[in-house]
T-cell receptor, first 115, second 110 residues
Framework: GAGVSQSPSNKVTEKGKDVELRCDPISGHTALYWYRQSLGQGLEFLIYFQGNSAPDKSGLPSDRFSAERTGGSVSTLTIQRTQQEDSAVYLC?????????????FGEGSWLTVV | KNEVEQSPQNLTAQEGEFITINCSYSVGISALHWLQQHPGGGIVSLFMLSSGKKKHGRLIATINIQEKHSSLHITASHPRDSAVYICAVAQETSGSRLTFGEGTQLTVNP
């Protein structure tokens, strides 16, 4: 597609349930990033994928969070046993290679509300 | 102290004014990004800089690597420029991730 596509756009879930958020990066982009932004807060790095290399998971806040990227394209961010503090907008971004040298493109985000 | 600091945090301007948003960072970087976040949350990349100056329409971004400082300028501001502007750096030691400033909320009144 023309841009980074994320789904769902909005998700309301009950505390304790698992959620999956999907990201379709721009075709040909080997780098994919997940960030989140809580209400009134700045952007927070979660995880980064680059080609077939092991992902940089250093930003994941707990072991309830995991992400995978299948076939070097689509990525899924999974949050298990959701908590209210997980409520945030989860943003996916992609770039051709490392963000240090290329423009980074963001999706519209998935707004997660845990009630 | 945050590794990336922006100023001001909030800025209100009248249509037509020249606007400057500043970003200072304390780490070695390989690149600096200026991002624009619209009220709905969507984020657009405005510039990616590693040196010098870039211009796109009414937007100008400059970076001084020695002083670890970047500025984003908006000429002839317009209400549609109202958004949050975010400075983000790609650190030399962790090129895979961006470190973000807190953002500058710009409101341009007609």
């Amino acid at each position: 597609g023309a841009g980074v596509s994320q789904s769902p756009s909005n998700k309301v879930t009950e505390k304790g349930k698992d959620v999956e958020l999907r990201c379709d990066p721009i075709s040909g982009h080997t780098a994919l990033y997940w960030y989140r932004q809580s209400l009134g807060q700045g952007l927070e790095f979660l995880i980064y994928f680059q080609g077939n290399s092991a992902p940089d998971k250093s930003g994941l806040p707990s072991d309830r969070f995991s992400a995978e990227r299948t076939g070097g394209s689509v990525s899924t961010l999974t949050i298990q046993r959701t908590q209210q503090e997980d409520s945030a907008v989860y943003l996916c971004a992609s770039s051709r290679f490392l963000s240090s040298g290329n423009t980074i493109y963001f999706g519209e985000g998935s707004w997660l509300t845990v009630v | 102290k945050n590794e990336v600091e922006q100023s001001p945090q909030n800025l209100t301007a009248q249509e037509g004014e020249f606007i400057t948003i500043n970003c200072s960072y304390s780490v070695g970087i390989s690149a600096l990004h200026w991002l624009q976040q619209h009220p709905g949350g969507g984020i657009v990349s405005l510039f990616m800089l590693s040196s010098g100056k870039k211009k796109h329409g009414r937007l100008i971004a400059t970076i001084n690597i020695q002083e670890k400082h970047s500025s984003l300028h908006i000429t002839a501001s317009h209400p549609r420029d109202s958004a949050v502007y975010i400075c983000a750096v790609a650190q030399e030691t962790s090129g895979s991730r961006l470190t973000f400033g807190e953002g500058t909320q710009l409101t341009v009144n007609p």
